[in-house]
């Protein structure tokens, strides 16, 4: 079935794919004899030569030439202090990295500071129609999706993490410190190091003062 579909995409000029469910398929059991569904699941994606997965289980990851949909906070079934970005730090040095769709979360620029603040690329579930025209369909689910809604804040994302990622992207996260309540910066092995707020009023670390929900970047000459 996936030559098929890879033929029938190559006839339309179409060579790179990104592949949700097929990434995060197989999980893990008490069987000892399920190896066999894990290795056709990689069998299967090595066939589109480096596809983006979404949020795929940690078999899955050598096969990705980018990872979307990356997981940015805990589960909420444990009582914790706060979040810690391992997954993501660990593997920024290797992927590119996006996010789930920032349009349809509750807190649009929040989001994007915690891009910045993971070293992650926004991703947009973007539609050419309004989303008023899928109310009665099966993806009513998607409330925010249209393009002409939508093409500004695009634009602000791209200027907004580009800003920052263009400092830190070919770089190693080597320190995060919460430096007050709401005030985090992280440090990079370049030297440069980022200064987050992710507090609703400005806030100041040092001599920098940081506006809401933003961040400063402080690059080494």
Same mark, same amino acid.
């Given at each position: 079935f996936a030559l098929e579909e890879l033929e029938s995409f190559s006839k339309l000029g179409i060579g790179k794919f990104a &592949?949700?469910? &097929?990434?995060?398929l197989a999980f893990?059991?008490?069987?000892?004899?399920? $190896?066999?569904? *894990?290795?056709?699941?990689?069998? $299967? *994606?090595? /066939?589109?030569d480096g596809p983006i997965l979404y949020n795929p289980n940690l078999y899955?990851?050598?096969?990705?030439?980018?990872i979307s949909d990356i997981p940015v906070s805990n589960s909420g079934y444990l009582i914790e202090d706060s979040v810690v970005p391992?997954?993501?730090? @660990? &593997?920024?040095?290797?992927?590119?990295?996006?996010?789930?769709? @920032?349009?349809?979360t509750s807190d649009f620029r929040r989001e994007l500071l915690r891009a910045v603040d993971y070293g992650l690329f926004p991703n947009f579930y973007i539609t050419s129609e309004s989303s008023m025209k899928l109310v009665e369909t099966a993806s009513s689910?998607?409330?925010?999706?249209?393009?002409e809604n939508w093409r500004d804040k695009i634009e602000f994302a791209y200027d907004f993490v580009?800003?920052?990622?263009?400092? $830190?992207?070919?770089?190693? /996260?080597?320190?995060?410190?919460? *430096?007050a309540d709401g005030l985090f910066r992280n440090t990079y092995d370049n030297g440069t190091s980022i200064t987050l707020n992710y507090n609703e009023n400005p806030a100041r670390a040092g001599d920098l003062e940081i506006e809401p929900l933003s961040y400063v970047v402080e690059v080494s000459r």
């Open positions: &592949l949700a469910n &097929l990434s995060e893990s059991t008490r069987d000892s004899n399920r $190896t066999e569904n *894990v290795e056709a699941l990689l069998e $299967t *994606v090595s /066939l589109f899955m990851i050598s096969r990705a030439s980018h391992l997954l993501p730090s @660990v &593997l920024r040095e290797s992927f590119w990295l996006f996010t789930g769709p @920032v349009n349809l689910d998607l409330f925010s999706t249209g393009y580009s800003k920052a990622l263009e400092n $830190t992207l070919n770089s190693r /996260l080597v320190e995060r410190v919460e *430096v």
